[in-house]
């Protein structure tokens, strides 16, 4: 399974931004599905999680009621709708599925950048 990322960029504060995962491969056997960030100097940390067909989501506290995780599985893809966003928010993106082999597969990151 091959994990790639868009949708980031430089933005100001206030601002939305919709992160993309476009999965490819052997994408018949991905369930849960995850994005993570890390900022500058900082342990990566989980933003989102969403169910094998999305009917589960959860995410971390600092941007419960901003940001939105959902996907399409028919495309292979999932999202990240980012609203409001903040400068603690800046951080390099990623993307992480699990098979059902409980294989982990991770894309290479997009970098969000929010100013103040």
């Known amino acids: 399974v091959q994990l790639v990322e868009s949708g980031g960029g430089l933005v100001q504060a206030g601002d939305s931004l919709r992160l993309s995962c476009a999965a490819s491969g052997s994408t018949f056997g991905i369930n849960t599905m995850r994005w993570y960030r890390q900022a500058a100097g900082k342990q990566r940390e989980l933003v989102a999680t969403i169910s094998s067909i999305g009917d589960i989501t959860s995410y971390t506290d600092s941007v419960k009621g901003r940001f939105t995780i959902s996907r399409d599985s028919a495309k292979n893809r999932m999202y990240l709708q980012m609203n409001s966003l903040k400068p603690e928010d800046t951080a390099m993106y990623y993307c992480?599925?699990?098979?059902?082999?409980?294989?982990?597969?991770w894309g290479q990151g997009t970098q969000v950048t929010v100013s103040s």
């Open positions: 992480y599925a699990t098979d059902n082999k409980f294989y982990a597969y």
